[in-house]
């Protein structure tokens, strides 16, 4: 699910007007791009040259994108080339402001966006070298497994105005229940253990773009970066054994002598559950604002399913293999 805000001509020419004042990049094409969640997303041309420019609206999420502009400098400073560069403005910023939103100006990679088995491998090699980066001098969250999301989701349901939405979820509410319960339980095993923290990205396997030779791999959007045992990058393909003999491999090979602990990687699997749930009452709740209310800020929409059909198939789709295999533990 993409943010496809439809922008008119004024919009996008004051947008190429605002790069060439502060970036000092004259536009000659402004197209949108499907490249994110939270953000508008866009490629500019200038001659030969493009960019990628990702503009957040969304006031749950500007803080973590402000943050993210300084994990990106810091990995780059550290070697780590499989990354989008950022493109600073005339006066040394790393990010500016535009109609309420910030805006990141980064290098334009070709290729396409890409998550399957066989982008597994690369993946962790690259998440592996990322682990051996020092974190020291890099101001950004601690993992503290607190486990709150599960409360933010019954939170966020209690003022949710989507009624179709709130009968789906009610549909499932004994499932949802039951995983909450799960979350909580792994809470209480891993609280204890702040031991072999690296920096991790959160969402690597679906911000991996396949370049079209195939010959090169690059990680993006690292505005979920936190500091966080590797199982926080792990989990999404922890039910299956070659995945975690994989990232396990990819681990040693850079001298990170970490073992996986089961217990971690369950509570990212419910935790991230919840997570994402709550990104959609976000976006069905900012598309309403929108329908009753003057606004700029981005509406979250599908051009295929409703809200309902989306969280529907994410409740119940690939994500119960990971339940099935923690449900015993």
Excluded at 87 to 96: C, Q
Excluded at 224 to 229: F, S
Excluded at 270 to 292: P, R
Aim: aromatic letters at 14%; hydrophobic letters at 35%.
């Amino acid at each position: 699910m993409y943010s496809s805000v439809i922008r008119d001509a004024e919009y996008i020419a004051g947008l190429g007007e605002f790069i060439h004042t502060e970036y000092g990049i004259v536009s000659d094409r402004l197209t949108t791009t499907k490249r994110g969640f939270y953000g508008e997303t866009w490629c500019l041309e200038c001659g030969r040259k493009r960019y990628f420019i990702k503009i957040v609206y969304a006031p749950e999420h500007l803080e973590i994108y402000k943050r993210s502009f300084s994990v990106v400098r810091h990995l780059c400073d550290h070697g780590i080339d499989f990354i989008s560069k950022i493109i600073e403005t005339k006066t040394g910023k790393l990010f500016s402001y535009y109609d309420n939103a910030i805006v990141g100006v980064f290098d334009w990679i070709d290729g396409e966006l890409t998550e399957n088995d066989e982008t597994k491998i690369p993946e962790y090699k690259m998440l592996a070298k990322v682990y051996t980066v020092p974190s020291t001098g890099l101001t950004i969250p601690r993992e503290n497994f607190s486990g709150v999301t599960s409360d933010l989701f019954y939170d966020k349901l209690k003022s949710l105005k989507d009624k179709q939405l709130s009968l789906l979820l009610e549909k499932y509410c004994n499932k949802i229940e039951h995983r909450a319960k799960r979350l909580k339980h792994f809470t209480s095993l891993c609280r204890s253990d702040k031991t072999g923290f690296v920096i991790t990205h959160g969402d690597a396997g679906g911000n991996l773009i396949v370049c079209d030779n195939e010959s090169k791999y690059f990680i993006v959007d690292w505005d979920t970066a936190i500091l966080a045992p590797p199982e926080r990058d792990a989990w999404v393909m922890c039910s299956k054994e070659w995945a975690r003999n994989a990232f396990q491999s990819a681990l040693h090979d850079n001298r990170i002598f970490h073992t996986l602990k089961h217990e971690r990687l369950a509570f990212y699997c419910y935790d991230f559950f919840f997570y994402y749930l709550n990104a959609f009452l976000d976006a069905s709740t900012n598309a309403a604002a929108t329908s009753t209310i003057e606004t700029t800020a981005t509406i979250y929409t599908s051009t295929t399913s409703s809200s309902a059909e989306l969280v529907e198939d994410y409740i119940t789709g690939w994500i119960e293999d990971s339940f099935n295999y923690f449900e015993n533990y």
